[in-house]
């Protein structure tokens, strides 16, 4: 006969459910689980006991957990190469992802000491700044800025508000090709404001490209800074 002992602890069992759940594809990457309450109906338990259960799949990366939103089924994370020839568009359908970017704001103001020395401009000439969010399957992976010095780009405020692709905005004013020339990655913490865009929680890990793209005569037409989801994207460089 068992001795009760041994039986399985409950939270344990409930992990164990759902990560069957998971495994059987009844939760997609990106779907919320039910919630705290709805689980313990289902179990018959606690929410401090589905709480333990649900920990258990945070630790082991199946889950991830947003204050006041409520668990996630996390993402595959997205292979993204960088390289001389960077292209959102085309690095995520490498990836078999059906890539996306909303346009969050789109402005011109005079550019600082430090954007000016990236764009090989005067400090105080106007920019255009566009604000973005990048998406992998309906997904948010990144918030990006993008700087582009209107001296040497007329026009291409107007050609992004037509189009969400800086690619295509380029074109657009003239520059038909361009290449990367540096980036830098550094490891920072999410701020409320990208924490709400990502649906990440604050101060969660995220990976901060800083780059300068260059057309054919080897000026600077973009720089850039991107926030990458640390858990959803994976950089090769």
């Known amino acids: 006969m068992r001795d009760s002992s041994d039986k399985t602890p409950i939270w344990k069992a409930i992990a ?3 990560r069957s759940d998971l495994a059987e594809g009844r939760y997609a990457p990106g779907d919320k689980l039910p919630t705290e309450a709805a689980l313990a ?8 006991t589905v709480r333990h259960g649900i920990s258990v799949l945070v630790e082991e990366g199946l889950v991830r957990t947003r204050r006041g939103a ?12 960088i390289g001389n020839r960077v292209r959102f568009h085309e690095n995520l359908i490498a990836a078999g992802r059906r890539p996306e970017k909303r346009m969050l704001a789109l402005d011109e ?3 600082t000491i ?4 990236a764009l090989q401009i005067e400090a105080g000439d106007p920019i255009c700044v566009y604000h973005g969010l990048s998406l992998a399957d309906g997904q948010p992976i990144a918030v990006f800025k993008s700087l582009f010095p209107l001296p040497r ?6 050609a992004l508000k037509d189009t969400s692709s800086v690619t295509q905005a380029l074109s657009v004013v003239g520059i038909d090709d361009y290449t990367r020339t540096s980036t830098r990655i550094t490891a920072v913490r999410a701020t409320a404001t990208q924490a709400l865009l990502l649906h990440v929680t604050e101060g969660d890990p995220l990976l901060r490209s800083s ?16 926030w990458f989801a640390g ?4 950089l090769t460089l």
């Open 109 to 111: 103001r005079a550019a």
């Open 211 to 226: 780059s300068v793209n260059q057309c054919a005569n080897g000026q600077p037409v973009e720089y850039g800074r991107t």
């Open 41 to 48: 109906d289902r179990f018959g338990v606690n929410r401090h």
């Open 153 to 158: 780009l007329v026009g291409i405020t107007a």
């Open 16 to 18: 164990n459910a759902l």
């Open 231 to 234: 858990d959803r994207v994976t």
């Open 70 to 81: 409520g668990a996630f089924v996390a993402a595959t994370p997205t292979n993204y190469p």
């Open 114 to 117: 430090g954007e000016a020395q």
